[in-house]
């Protein structure tokens, strides 16, 4: 079954990994020029400093490997400067609200305290990161606006890909489940007694559990069998709709399992999937026309590299 992703995201990895702040720095007249993309330049120095960021303190690269990389690298430089050029041209801008919004959203993703480990790790700044996430949003601005309206997908494009995957929307049985956890054995039969008291398992989630899912009452929406450790299937796959569960030892804590849901296997239908199909889709498209988009503006830029630096 298809997973939708974002139709957002051409650039934003690309950036956040190789975005080249230091291009509007005084250059040094030792430090010459590697490229120069309508007029925007790079110095050899530039490049090999944030070259360096990319690789991994463990990594082992042979002469020819790493030469190979280099020039990969560059190729994304230049497509990066090709973009930010054209949307300053077209005075395209990201506002603070927007680069903040989009900050809070990425943090979210993190646990405590691991996005300022990502941050260690990389050997940036918050305030320089929040510059790679403010150009990355720009370059997905100037796409939204300029290459992206004429991508289209079609009722017949939808349905024929249904056809020829059909196997791929076999949904397995499902269930929906919430979930309260505890760290000690005397503390989830505290809990137990609550519920079986009659106080709602939503409630109790929300004040005892230690899980981050305890923000939405211990929700832990659809899941299939192996999508969750063994021993929540071995009880949730059983365990009747709505009955509390013992208690069930893991490696996180103590759970108290309820049933909400059950799903059984099934074949959606294309009615069921459309959606999910057209963003799919849309998504390929918009990537397609994103490179077409970058190899016409190479064609129509002035590009210089003195690849005899690397």
């Known amino acids: 079954m298809i997973n939708p992703r974002s139709t957002r995201h051409l650039t934003l990895l690309l950036l956040l990994l190789c975005s080249l702040t230091a291009c509007s720095r005084e250059k040094d007249a030792t430090d010459p020029v590697l490229v120069s993309i309508n007029g925007r330049t790079v110095t050899v120095a530039q490049f090999k400093a944030e070259f360096a960021k990319t690789l991994s303190s463990e990594q082992s690269l042979t002469p020819e490997e790493k030469a190979e990389l280099e020039r990969s690298f ?55 990161w929040r510059k790679e996430l403010e150009q990355s949003l720009l370059i997905e601005k100037l796409a939204r ?6 991508v289209t997908v079609s009722t017949d494009e939808v349905a024929a890909h249904y056809e020829e995957n059909k196997d791929d929307f076999d949904r397995p049985e499902q269930v929906r489940a919430r979930q309260i956890v505890v760290a000690s054995q005397e503390e989830g039969e505290r809990i137990l007694g609550l519920l079986r008291a009659g106080e709602p398992f939503e409630t109790v989630a929300r004040q005892h559990s230690l899980s981050p899912d305890s923000d939405h009452g211990g929700d832990l929406g659809f899941f299939s069998r192996g999508e969750m450790p063994a021993e929540f299937d071995q009880v949730v796959f059983t365990q009747p709709i709505g009955q509390i569960s013992d208690l069930v030892k893991t490696e996180y804590g103590f759970h108290i399992f309820l049933v909400e849901e059950r799903r059984e296997a099934v074949r959606l239908t294309l009615n069921q999937v459309k959606d999910e199909i057209r963003d799919e889709l849309r998504a390929e498209k918009e990537e397609l026309a994103y490179q ?19």
């Open 145 to 150: 606006q300029v290459v992206y309206p004429d």
């Open 74 to 128: 560059l190729v994304q430089i230049i497509d990066q400067e090709l973009a930010l050029g054209e949307a300053a041209r077209q005075k395209i801008t990201i506002t603070a609200a927007e680069v903040d919004a989009a900050l809070a959203e990425y943090q979210r993703d993190y646990p405590d305290g691991a996005f300022d480990e990502m941050l260690k790790e990389r050997a940036i700044t918050l305030e320089q």
């Open 292 to 310: 077409q988009w970058l190899v016409d503006m190479r064609g129509r830029s002035k590009i210089e590299v003195k690849w005899s630096l690397l």
